[in-house]
């Protein structure tokens, strides 16, 4: 199962650096900065029909980005295992042995204080 998580891993990032060159490739309808990036070579590819193929070609990675990270998500969300396990996590036994910070109701509880009333201010 290992083999096959990490075989859509690396289908993932292949994906999405796809996606990105797919999207880069389009010309944008505002000018903008897909002319610089290679907006114009796409045309020289795909001819006349360039928007409706790269149109589709970005509409099919996004499916199967999605796709892709939706297996991913439930096949790596049931492995049980948590980051916090073996970590002691216990409060102190002596709560007296705690300090006693300014703004707190003493140890007993964590009730801050009211601030200090504002001065008013002179006009």
């Known amino acids: 199962m290992a083999i096959f998580i ?7 990032v292949i994906i999405c650096f796809l ?5 880069l490739l389009q010309k944008p309808k505002g000018g903008g900065l897909g002319g610089s990036f290679g907006g114009g070579m796409g045309e020289a590819v795909f001819g006349a029909q ?3 193929v790269l149109t589709k070609v970005t509409i099919i990675l996004a499916s199967l980005f999605l ?5 991913l998500s439930r096949l790596t969300s049931g492995s049980g295992k948590s980051l916090m396990e ?3 996590t216990e409060a102190p036994a002596n709560t007296d042995a705690l300090p006693n910070f300014p703004g707190t109701a003493g140890n007993s509880g964590s009730v801050p ?3 200090p009333a ?4 002179d006009q």
């Open 118 to 121: 504002m001065p008013p201010a």
């Open 67 to 71: 796709l892709n990270t939706i297996a």
């Open 86 to 88: 073996g970590v002691r």
């Open 19 to 23: 996606m990105g060159g797919v999207i």
């Open 113 to 115: 204080a009211q601030p």
């Open 50 to 52: 360039m928007g409706n």
């Open 6 to 12: 990490n075989f859509l891993y690396i289908l993932e």
